[in-house]
């Protein structure tokens, strides 16, 4: 049973483009969470999603980022015209059911230059 | 309310000795707390996690020490081995809320051989 798959593992772009980072959960997995960990920082949450809804994106800043999780496919999370700002470590952990059993993908690092 | 307070930042121990980190929380909802364990490169590995029904967890090496009325949880590393050098992450999941682990800023342990 593989684990949760993120890709690309490293991703660089120019700001001002679209950014989209994809995970596909573990086999059987049907909750799947986005987190951003910035430097020295801890991981701060993003979006929850389950497949076809958005349950929470209460950490999701209002413009620019945008998830989505369908029916058939990873889930992907969108960053429209990247700023520096967004250069950080992006995580997704899927889980059957609750956060707390939720297993961590190795992350996308992004870098906006 | 949200957050979890982690220290110390950094931890230098000797090969064989006791590693101690500790993180306190305000909100009283939350009600599971696991620990993370990250090495460079990689994604938080789920570790150790205790709810507050009981007052300690062993597994292994690895204890957490849970403090109710304090708000406190601590993880203890007992005979440190250079292999647990890491950032090692405290988290909480409130019960009932929205599905998401909070998040302390983490802690980098180094130990020395």
């Known amino acids: 049973n593989a684990g949760v798959m993120q890709n690309p593992r490293h991703l660089v772009r120019r700001r001002g483009q679209e950014a989209r980072l994809r995970c596909s959960p573990m086999k059987g997995h049907s909750h799947v969470y986005w987190y951003r960990q910035l430097p020295e920082e801890g991981l701060k949450f993003m979006v929850y999603l389950q497949k076809e809804n958005i349950i929470d994106e209460s950490g999701m800043p209002k413009e620019r980022f945008s998830a989505e999780f369908p029916k058939e496919g990873p889930s992907i999370l969108r960053i429209q015209q990247v700023v520096r700002g967004d250069s950080a470590a992006y995580f997704c952990?899927?889980?059957?059911?609750?956060?707390?059993?939720?297993?961590f993908g190795q992350g996308t690092r992004l870098t906006v230059v | 309310q949200q957050q979890v307070k982690q220290s110390p930042q950094s931890l230098i121990v000797q090969k064989g000795g006791i590693s101690i980190i500790n993180c306190a929380y305000e909100n009283t909802a939350f009600d599971y707390f696991p620990w993370y364990q990250q090495f460079p490169g990689k994604g938080p590995a789920l570790l150790i996690a205790?709810?507050?029904?009981?007052s300690e967890k062993k597994e292994g090496r690895f204890t957490i020490s849970f403090n109710k009325s304090a708000k406190q949880f601590s993880l203890h590393i007992m005979d440190s081995q250079p292999g647990d050098s890491a950032t090692y992450f405290c988290?909480?999941?409130?019960?009932?809320?929205?599905?998401?682990?909070?998040f302390g800023k983490g802690t980098k342990l180094t130990v020395n051989p």
């Open positions: 952990a899927s889980s059957p059911d609750w956060a707390g059993g939720a297993f």
């Open positions: 988290a909480a999941h409130s019960q009932g809320g929205s599905e998401k682990l909070v």
């Open positions: 205790i709810r507050p029904d009981v």
